[in-house]
């Protein structure tokens, strides 16, 4: 039996500055920052048409940096915990650098010839993000990314073990940005 490479990434809008990143940034354990340019098109979501727009379908696929986890297994848990891991490190992420991005991850696998074929992703409304004007067009720097990397572990702890009430503090300051 053949394991292929699977893949999950989470879009991030990011700024000029990331077009200098020459190869991955590590953040935590497995998950990285890193172009994703072309690695999809808007074909790869085609089994989805009926149910997703085609603009919507055509904006995933033009995603040019991702948080991305790359993982092995065929249990439908592994996959929920690479989810797990990318939805706490863009969490984290908005927390050091809130931006209109929506929480999109997107699960695929690597064929044998190359070509990434999407298992799952999801899809939230399509409703802009209400912030503050002063952070509308934030977009994630250099720096961020390096700031993300040192809270990532306690955030990880935080989000595996931590106190009812900041679980559900997350949970509510993830919910007004939905």
Not at 43 to 72: C, G, N, T
Not at 92 to 101: F, H
């Amino acid at each position: 039996m053949n394991i292929r490479q699977k893949f999950t990434v989470a879009p991030i809008e990011w700024d000029l500055e990331l077009e200098n990143l020459s190869k991955p940034f590590a953040i935590f354990e497995g998950a990285l920052v890193q172009s994703v340019k072309d690695k999809l098109t808007k074909s790869s979501f085609d089994l989805w048409q009926p149910y997703v727009a085609d603009d919507e379908r055509s904006k995933l696929a033009e995603m040019s940096y991702a948080i991305v986890h790359a993982f092995i297994g065929e249990s439908r848990s592994t996959a929920l915990e690479s989810q797990d891991l990318i939805r706490n490190a863009f969490h984290c992420l908005r927390i050091v650098r809130p931006t209109r991005a929506r929480f999109v991850a997107i699960q695929y696998e690597q064929q044998e010839d190359g070509r990434p074929y999407v298992l799952r992703f999801t899809n939230p409304n399509v409703y802009v993000i209400n912030m503050p004007e002063s952070e509308v067009l934030n977009r994630v720097r250099l720096r961020d990314l390096a700031n993300l990397r040192k809270l990532m572990p306690a955030f990880v702890q935080v989000s595996a073990s931590g106190p009812d009430n900041l679980h559900r503090a997350m949970g509510y300051y993830e919910t007004g940005y939905s």
